[in-house]
């Protein structure tokens, strides 16, 4: 069977407010609105799978019914913070795209040993593939993920013992 696509999207009522589509000046609200564009970017795709962000060609910079869009100035430094907060690389040394990291390698590989522990893997040998699509992931915070992040996470599990 196909698998069923993602739910719509459910903005968070912030992104309604036209004040957010402008980064603030006063620096205790500019690290609160940072924060809320960090979950905003994480959070929309999570839920909608998606592993890489073109960084001026994204949906999020721009919100139609209030007419209200992100600068270009901006966005990249609402980019710089996602990278800085540990969600996000940089795939080219151009800065125009980002991988997305919907988990950090740290917090996958803890989720990794607990599903493994929860459905008797541990010491069981899987591949990536069932890992990241097979029936027994299927829910699992790593459902999806990147290859590259998954061995990531193993490598970390492999190091801890």
Known sequence: ??????????????FSFPPFFTLQPNAN?????????RDLIL????????????VYDCV????KDIERELDRDDIMTVVEDFV???HGEWEDSAKTRIKVLW???????SDLYLWAERNGFVGQVCTLYELSAGE???GASFEGADDELIRRALKILEDQG
């Open 29 to 37: 609200t500019r690290d609160k609105q940072l924060s809320l564009w």
């Open 103 to 109: 988990k950090k390698p740290e917090e996958l590989a």
């Open 136 to 138: 027994d992931a299927e």
């Open 60 to 63: 999020l910079w721009n919100n």
């Open 1 to 14: 069977p196909r698998p069923s696509p993602p739910p719509p999207f459910d903005y968070p009522e912030y």
């Open 43 to 54: 959070r929309y795709h999570t839920v909608n799978k998606i592993k890489v962000m073109a």
């Open 84 to 86: 800085k907060s540990g």
